[in-house]
């Protein structure tokens, strides 16, 4: 009997690589622990108002707003519209962001892990975890953190793509840009940093070939959405062209605010750039700065490019590549501590940076828990009124955007008449609902005898407004009314007035 022995090259079947648990959960507790850290401070702000308004509606009456505006926060709105059917308020508002945020940081340290080994993942998870502008989005009720959870699991799955050649990892890989990009369509620019990859890695056609077929199925799933949202563009109409600020602002966000914590920062990352370790996978120059440059670089680089011609760009829409440069700090600490003879150099040097970039920017951590953080803060402005107003009194909203304080805190305006609302908020398919028209706007306000006026805070000159209801609400508190009382706070005032 003749035997032949087949030899099958290792390369073609990679050993699986474990990495240690303890690698993914202690960046995630320290993200986790961060994010919980003051969660409840500060009450909602307006952009919070607007995801509360749109997830409290029924399928139905978030289905018509979508139509009319924020369609590109569409499943952002539908998931949260099941989390506060468990409970509604601020905290679990707030609290997919944290458990995102948490996510992300071990997501990171895998992909660390699998391209430079655990102590290069642990480190990274870590550098993600407590950067202050991480805590900032962690702790907002918004979709951005989402967006970054969706970013590095769709990096992940293009790395274990790459490395085992399974089309398993690229079927994940094409779910999961589908729908971070279904969460906020910019996060499509994700695509464009992934092909930056391969093409660094020098990927085979095979490879090519995999990932043009996820990106493809993804674009096509977000192309609906998109479509709509181009006639959408009021709700951004207040972005403007960004020039080397916006750049300088978004250094500073990602490697921190202190000037000289950011140049330690982008040193060590440079020093990921200057010496790169490379792995053995299937895409022989994969390595990690392969995937963590395109990453950092590529999404802020083509949204700011595009902002030349039509205003998109804001720091937030970019968020998802900060993880490139954590992963970038902790090669850099890798390599510049691997010419000592130390086995745990690694480690103790990772761990003076991370204690470098928490400890001395305990101030920003807690500046970002504050109402200053934010534009403004509706729970103060809401608790004015619910402390000082007497059943039978109006409310009036000098800007159309200040019912945010009634959407986020109905219960305080129990028993207040809004005196220029024609349709509410759900009827109407808008965010703050419809006023009457300037006529009917004037009788209804002259026969009220004390009105609560919600407006910005530096509100006490004249404004010329180009809304005839608007110029109406303030002729007529001025002519008939006198004001009594005035009360201001970060990002609003309340006003009363009683007629004459």
């Known amino acids: 009997m003749v035997t032949t022995e087949v030899k099958i090259p290792l390369r073609s079947v990679p050993m699986e690589r474990r990495t240690p648990v303890a690698t993914l959960l202690i960046p995630a507790a320290t993200m986790a622990v961060l994010g919980l850290w003051g969660l409840g401070n500060r009450g909602l702000w307006g952009d919070e108002a607007t995801t509360w308004a749109a997830a409290r509606r029924t399928p139905a009456e978030l289905w018509h707003l979508l139509q009319n505006l924020d369609a590109v926060h569409g499943l952002y709105y539908l998931l949260m519209h099941g989390v506060l059917a468990l409970r509604a308020d601020e905290l679990m508002l707030r609290l997919p962001s944290v458990l995102a945020m948490s996510w992300s940081a071990a997501v990171v340290a895998a992909i660390g892990a699998r391209l430079a080994g655990p102590r290069v993942g ?83 056609a095979r490879e090519w070939r995999l990932w043009s077929l996820s990106a493809a199925f993804a674009v096509a799933v977000v192309a609906p959405i998109a479509w709509v949202a181009r ?164 409310v009036l909203f000098l800007s159309g955007t200040r019912r945010k304080a009634a959407v986020a805190y109905p219960e305080a305006f129990a028993g207040l008449r809004d005196v220029a609302l024609a349709e509410p908020p759900g009827k109407s398919a808008t965010l703050s609902g419809t006023e009457l028209p300037p006529s009917r706007l004037r009788d209804a306000l002259s026969r009220e005898q004390r009105v609560w006026l919600l407006d910005r805070e530096d509100s006490d000159q004249r404004r010329v407004f180009r809304d005839a209801g608007e110029r109406v609400k303030q002729d007529v508190l001025s002519d008939l009314f006198h004001r009594e009382a005035v009360e201001r706070m970060h990002g609003g005032s309340v006003h009363l007035y009683v007629h004459n």
Request: charged fraction near 15%.
């Open 122 to 204: 642990l480190v990274a998870g870590m550098l993600f975890a407590v950067v202050p502008v991480v805590s900032l989005y962690a702790q907002e009720g918004r979709s951005y953190a989402l967006v970054v959870a969706g970013a590095v699991t769709t990096t992940y799955f293009l790395v274990r793509g790459c490395e085992t050649g399974q089309p398993r990892w690229w079927r994940l890989y094409a779910l999961a840009a589908a729908a971070t990009a279904l969460l906020h369509a910019f996060a499509l620019f994700l695509l464009p940093a992934h092909a930056a990859t391969l093409l660094a890695a020098r990927a085979r």
């Open 231 to 394: 006639s959408q563009g009021e709700a951004i109409a207040w972005i403007t062209v960004p020039g080397w600020d916006a750049v300088t602002r978004l250094v500073r966000a990602f490697a921190g605010p202190s000037g000289w914590i950011a140049c330690v920062v982008l040193l060590l990352a440079a020093g990921a750039l200057l010496a790169p370790r490379r792995r053995a996978l299937d895409v022989p120059r994969l390595s990690l700065a392969t995937v963590a440059l395109p990453l950092l670089l590529v999404p802020p680089a083509l949204l700011i490019a595009v902002s030349q011609v039509q205003p998109l760009y804001d720091q937030r829409y970019v968020l998802y590549a900060l993880p490139g440069l954590s992963l970038l700090v902790a090669s850099g600490i890798d390599r510049l501590t691997s010419l000592l003879l130390w086995h745990s150099a690694m480690l103790v040097a990772g761990a003076l940076v991370v204690s470098l970039v928490l400890g001395g920017q305990l101030g920003a951590q807690r500046f970002v828990r504050s109402s200053e953080s934010r534009l403004d803060d509706l729970r103060p402005i809401a608790q004015v009124v619910r402390n000082d107003s007497k059943p039978g009194d109006a």
